[in-house]
């Protein structure tokens, strides 16, 4: 089952902040964030992990309520480069369960 | 390193014809995944393999089938193509199970059924 994002798009003038949100019905052991710009690839961006590590980089941060089964996703001074669309990914859900389940994402846009 | 590889880049397919979406990663990579994407529906799991000779389905298995038998190939067949199918097709792959890990996007195969 896909996790839900919201808000479905943003626009930002340079320099604003947003928050995005994911959120799950299930357990998770992860919580993942892409970006992909239009025409490309999806790129991580990071990871959340239950029990509180996280891996990633780029000036982006991001907190996940292992209680809530939900992640937020921050942007910070934002620049045109955000621009692009963000997904989450919760993975392990369940014991054995292997499959990473993207949301159907949320489209920033950054103007000057 | 080349990463992940997806070849054709583009493919048009007539109704009824099937194919086979190749996927190969350099990285030694367990997990391998494929994902369709479709305006407004985000990513979604068609089949995933966390390593040689074992595949799972994920959220869209239906119209396709998958095998695993090197650690750096995880082909996508078409059975019986179908206007539904149109889609961008993702391969990933990452380290481990892929779960707490990064995954790693080949550039997508545009696929149109006509």
């Known amino acids: 089952q896909q996790p839900v994002q919201s808000p479905q798009a943003v626009i930002l003038r340079e320099g604003e902040d947003a928050v995005i949100n994911c959120s799950s019905s299930k357990a998770l052991y992860s919580v993942h964030w892409y970006r992909q710009k239009h025409g490309e690839a999806p790129v991580f961006l990071m990871i959340?992990?239950?029990?509180?590590e996280q891996k990633g980089h780029e000036k982006i941060s991001a907190s996940f309520n292992e209680k809530k089964q939900q992640s937020s996703l921050y942007l910070t001074a934002s620049q045109l480069s955000y621009s692009g669309t963000y997904f989450c990914g919760t993975g392990g859900s369940g014991a054995g369960s292997y499959q990473l389940t993207f949301g159907k994402g949320t489209k920033l846009s950054v103007i000057p | 390193n080349a990463g992940v590889t997806q070849t054709p880049k583009f493919q048009v397919l007539k109704t009824g014809q099937s194919m086979t979406l190749q996927c190969a990663q350099d990285?030694?990579?367990?997990?391998m995944s494929w994902y369709r994407q479709d305006p407004g529906m985000g990513l979604r799991l068609i089949h995933y393999?966390?390593?040689?000779?074992?595949?799972d389905q994920g959220e869209v298995p239906n119209g396709y089938n998958v095998s695993r038998s090197t650690t750096e190939d995880f082909p996508l067949r078409l059975l019986s193509a179908a206007p539904s199918q149109t889609s961008v097709y993702f391969c990933a792959s990452s380290k481990g199970t892929g779960m707490n890990t990064e995954a790693f996007f080949g550039q997508g195969t545009r696929l149109t059924v006509v």
């Open positions: 990285m030694n990579h367990e997990y």
């Open positions: 393999s966390v390593g040689a000779g074992i595949t």
């Open positions: 959340l992990l239950k029990g509180g």
